[in-house]
Every structure is written in C-alpha cells, then in structure tokens.
C-alpha cells in the first residue's frame, strides 16, 4: 500500500516538474520577446526625439551660415569703393573716389563675434575695427569708439589663435555623402512644421544615415539658394549699368533713363571692367583661445580676386550659439548638449549613419542627449495578465488533481483497512458461532453446565457481532444528516441513569471498577435529547479504558461529569499506558489504532473513537484527548448545555 502511494505521488510530482517546466520556459520566452519590444519601443522614441531635435537645430543655424555665404566680399572691408560714380551734373568721378560704408560696420549681427579678412601677406583686418582716417570717419558718424575697442581686442586674440593654430582646415564640413546620399536625396525633407517649435510632430527620415543626409541636403539647398539670390544692391547694379549703356549710345535720352542712370551709380561699364570674383563656399573650424583655453568655432572661406586670394571669415559666439541651439530642444531633451568635433572626432571623409545620428549638418558639433529614462513597464500588461491568469488556471488544476488523488488514495487506504478490520473482528466470532453451534447441533456437548457455558458464549458473540455491525452503520450515516444544534434537552442525570449498569457491567467483565464522580448541579443540566447516542459515546470510551487499561495496576475507571464554560463535560479516565504523543491524531483516524495494538490480540475495528468523536460534533459537542497528572487516557466530552 505504501509503496503504490509512494509510485503515485511521485509520477504526480514529475508530472507536475513538466508541467511547471514547460509553463517557465514559455513564460521566460514571452517575457523576453515582451521586454525586447518594449526596448525596440523606447529606441525609438528616443531617435525620434533625437532627430527632431537636429532637424530644429540645424533649422536653426542655416540662416545665420546662408546669410554670411550670401554676403559679398567686398562688405568685409570698413568702406568699399564705388567703381563709377556721377555728380548731379553727370560729371564723371574717378572710380575709388567715392566709398560706401560697409554693413559691417556697425557691428556683427546676432551670434557673431567678429567677421574679419587676411590678405595674402597675412595682414587681418576687420570691417568692424577700421583703421586710421576710416576709423576717425567710422567713430564719428557710425559706430561707437567702445565698439571699435572691443573689436581690436577680438582681433588681437583672432591673430594669437591664427599664429599659433593656423588656417587649416581640419576637414571638409559637411562630411561627403556616400551611396546613402541617392536614398537620401529621394526621401521627402523634412516638413516645415519640425522647425517651428515644441509641440508639433515631425515625420523625418526613419534611418540615421538617411535622416542625416536628408538634413544636409537641405542645409545645401539652403545655402545655394541664398547664394543665387541677386542682392538689392546686385539689383541696383543691373539697373544702372542698362542704364549708363543706354545714355552712352544715345539710344535712350529719356527723362526715365536719365534718372535710373543718375541714380547713385557707382559700377563702372565694360570701359572699366569688373574684376574675375570667385567665393568659395564657408567651411567650419575649431580653434582653441591661448588665453581661456575655451573652443571657439570659425568659419573660413577663400576669396579669389583676379590673380590674389584672400580669407575671410567670421566668429561665432559660440556658448551664445550653443545655449540658443539648446534652447530649441529643451522641451525635448532638457538636460542635452552639444560638443565640438574636430580631427580625431567624428570627422571623416565618409560617415556612416551611426556616426551621423547625433551629429549637425550646420555646424561641426554633435549633440549628446540626455538619458532618456525608460518608462516602467505597466503592472498589469495583456502578457502578464494572460500569464498570470494561465499560471493560476495550472496552479488550480494541479491543486485539484492533487485533492482528488489524495481522497482518492486515502478512500483506496480507508477501504483497505476497513476490509482488513471488519475481516479481522468477524474471524473470531464468526469461528465460535460456526464451531459452538455445529458441536451444539451435533449432540457432542451433553453436560448442561458445558452446554450453557457455550450458549452465553454464543449469546456474547452474536452481541460483539451486533455491537460491530452497529458500529459499521452508524459510521456510515455520520454526515448525512445535519448536526444537531438546538433541540430540546433532556437531563443528564437521566441520560446517565440509563446507562451505568451497561458501564459497570463492562468494566466488571474486564476486572475494573466504575468509579462515578460528578460534580455538584452538573447531573441537573440540560443535554441535547440523545439518550442512544451520548450512551454509545460513553460506552466506547469506557469500553476502551477496559481494553488498553485492563494490566494497570489500578483497575478503576474514573467516571468524571462538570459544568465548564456553559458546557457539560464528561470525562473518562483510566490509569493504563495512555496514548504515546505521537499519536494523539492518530487514533481518531476510521479504521486507525495505536501502533502498539495493530498487531495485539485486543479486539477492535479501530472505529469507536472516530465515530465517538463524529457523533459528538453531530450533536454540536467535541471529543478531545488531555493529559491529566496521575492517569493513563484521560478522554473529554463537552456537549451543549440546552434548555430543558
């Protein structure tokens, strides 16, 4: 029996390992595919995030740099000569006699410090820190003489940084465009609304590479497009040199074309040609101030005049630049910055788009974004609750399978021992009655003295097997009707009255005394209306007191009866071996014994205190084991106290 049990419980439990297994890989996969979407999700997020920003940075800085590549190269001197000019009376001035003031003059705009020029002798001038009689003029009529200070000073520190750094170019800004640049070129710009401000979604380019060079692309655009854009004064040009050309063949002598002609002109026609001009495009470097040590950005372009090259360029406040490019993004990446990149930086002839993906097409700098937190996975996601709500279905199902396997062995257990029991006591008495009433049949027993000693042995065997059968039935009716909580009461002392002979009787049969002892007022109380079923419970206590105890050396049965706590308790004490701890659950267990009397000669089912015990609970009372100094088993009853 127990190795079948134990083979049970243990294909139950590999079963349960497989299945638990199964559940746990499962549950690891789906997690993991869970949290890597999740991860997919926020990388997204943040190149989103991360594009858009660019894309309102670049937006940003590709005016200022379009604005300075659409500048003439003559504005970058303090006063700029008029090649042709004309009195009112259209006399001829001597072209270099009239100078114009540079635009310059009055100071760099916005975010730059300082446009300056070199000439080929290394000479660095500024249009904003004219020179002798040109700053007397300067000073007097356009600018402050503070201003014209500063600038020197600006100057000063430009040539220190020059002289010591060079002109070079650390790399071509923007970097070349590879093969991506054909994807980049057919993917859509970025619409105008990225470069408007917070608030308003942006549909850029998916790809680093791709959205980097679409940002470049347009960067280009820009700058080409500012510098195709005929100046006002390009204009003005145009108009006079038609103009200057008509009045010279006489081919208009009009009142219109006198005054378009004697508009300001200053160009000379093809009798004064204009020099071969050709600009080259601004590049960006870095340079470091000897004196701060700080980064300062530059921008540097070459200028060829007929046969003589000059740089110009100018200076970019750059922590103005940098906190104005911030503040475009900080609703997006508020604690980000910007860096500075140069040569060993990420600066190449080529990039590759997971270079690209933090770096400005403007401006060689690359923006460090702030750590984007991950936003914390819900609680309750679908997944979880789907896995949860599985991992509670399994948990059941395994609970319940457990539960119908246990009841189901200990059914198989408790009608093995009820075979085994009920076999066990029918034997004896089942072998007298068959051998007693064949020799009585027979004739073979002639003493009547020996004839009526086998018929009170018959007698007593026929009420053993009634007393089992009895037992039997009344075990298998317990539970099925409900327990009895209020009826009406019948006194105990009445209750008891009617059983004490049966007691005294027993325990006269096992060589015991019956030793009543109740308490004063407790025979007076009132005992649910039971008078077979509290009589049988009393009777299979002390039939036990005479089957365990009967060796004691005190052979009397203590017949205790209380009021305790608004309950009437009747106690049965004998003073035999008692019940060894380890057993005290034991043994109202159906069909269980103490392990010392499953293989003793004692009669018994193992069945009398299981049903002494249900009885009791059915007649809303208790049976309990205590341990009482100075006896053996000490048994108590408590039933309810009822009104009478």
């Known amino acids: 029996m127990k ?10 439990a590999v079963c ?9 890989w ?8 869970e949290q890597r979407e999740r991860l997919a999700r926020h990388e997204t997020q943040r190149q989103e995030t991360l594009r858009l920003a660019l894309w309102r940075m670049d937006s940003t ?12 190269y003559f504005e970058y001197r303090a006063f700029y000569p008029a090649e042709r000019a004309y009195t009112r009376m259209w006399e001829e001035v001597l072209p270099g006699e009239v100078l114009v003031p540079s635009p310059l003059l009055r100071g760099a705009p916005g975010l730059i410090r300082l446009h300056f020029e070199i000439d080929e002798a290394g000479r660095i001038t500024s249009p904003q820190a004219p020179t002798g009689n040109m700053r007397d003029r300067a000073e007097g009529q356009y600018i402050e003489p503070e201003s014209v200070m500063r600038a020197e000073q600006l100057l000063l520190e430009l040539a220190m940084m020059i002289e010591e750094q060079g002109l070079e170019h650390e790399a071509e800004w923007p970097p070349k465009r590879d093969e991506g640049r054909i994807a980049a070129e057919r993917a859509p710009a970025a619409p105008s609304e990225a470069m408007r401000g917070p608030g308003v979604h942006e549909a850029a380019p998916m790809k680093a590479g791709g959205d980097y060079m679409a940002r470049q692309l347009a960067f280009e655009q820009a700058l080409n497009v500012e510098q195709k854009a005929p100046t006002r004064q390009e204009e003005l040009v145009q108009r006079r040199q038609l103009a200057i050309r008509g009045i010279a063949t006489g081919a208009d002598r009009t009142r219109a074309a006198l005054d378009a002609a004697g508009e300001h002109a200053a160009w000379a026609d ?7 001009v050709s600009t080259g495009p601004f590049e960006p470097v870095w340079r470091v101030d000897p004196a701060s040590g700080r980064r300062e950005l530059l921008f540097l372009r070459t200028v060829s005049i007929d046969d003589r090259r000059i740089t110009q360029g100018f200076w970019v406040d750059w922590p103005r630049l940098r906190d104005t490019l911030i503040g475009r993004i900080v609703d997006l990446l508020p604690a980000a910055t910007l860096e500075p990149v140069s040569r060993g930086g990420l600066i190449h002839t080529s990039i590759s788009p997971a270079e690209s993906g933090e770096l400005l097409a403007s401006i060689p700098a690359k923006l460090i974004p702030s750590l984007v937190p991950e936003a914390l996975a819900p609680a309750a996601t679908t997944l979880r609750v789907t896995l949860a709500v599985t991992w509670g279905a399994v948990l059941v199902a395994v609970v319940a399978i457990g539960l119908v396997l246990r009841a189901s062995m ?3 257990e408790r009608r093995g021992r009820f075979v085994s029991a009920v076999t066990h006591e029918l034997r004896t008495p089942m072998t007298t009655f068959c051998l007693y009433s064949q020799m009585l049949a027979d004739g073979m027993i002639r003493d009547e003295q020996r004839r009526g000693e086998y018929l009170a042995t018959l007698k007593q065997e026929s009420q053993r097997l009634a007393r089992i059968v009895e037992n039997v039935l009344a075990f298998a009716r317990l539970g099925r009707k409900q327990a009895v909580r209020a009826r009406k009461g019948v006194a105990l002392s009445e209750v008891l009255d009617r059983i004490r002979p049966t007691l005294a009787s027993r325990a006269e049969q096992a060589g015991m005394t019956l030793v009543f002892e109740p308490m004063p007022g407790a025979l007076e109380a009132n005992v649910p209306d039971e008078r077979e079923g509290i009589g049988r419970i009393v009777f299979n206590l002390v039939d036990n007191a005479c089957k365990y105890a009967s060796e004691s050396n005190d052979k009397s049965i203590h017949l205790g009866v209380r009021i305790d706590r608004g309950r009437v308790v009747i106690c049965v004490m004998d003073h035999g071996p008692g019940v060894p701890r380890d057993e005290e659950r034991r043994i109202f267990a159906p069909f269980r014994r103490a392990k010392r ?4 000669a004692t009669p018994g089912l193992g069945l009398g205190l299981a049903l002494a015990r ?4 059915e007649l809303g009372g208790d049976l309990r084991l205590i341990r009482k100094s100075g006896f053996g088993a000490v048994f108590e009853l408590a039933l309810p106290v009822l009104p009478g």
């Not at 349960?16 to 746990?24: D, I, K, Q, S, Y």
């Not at 499962?26 to 595919?33: E, K, V």
């Not at 249900?614 to 609970?617: C, L, T």
Request: overall charge negative.
């Open 614 to 617: 249900g009885m009791a609970r």
């Open 26 to 33: 499962a549950t690891s996969i789906m997690q993991s595919l």
């Open 597 to 600: 009397d499953d293989a003793s």
């Open 61 to 72: 800085a590709t005016p200022l740099i379009a604005q300075e590549s659409a500048r003439p």
């Open 16 to 24: 349960v390992l497989l299945v638990a297994g199964v559940m746990g």
């Open 3 to 12: 190795s079948s049990r134990s083979t049970a419980w243990c294909i139950f």
């Open 270 to 276: 093809t009798e004064f040609p204009a020099p071969n």
């Open 410 to 412: 200990a059914i198989s």
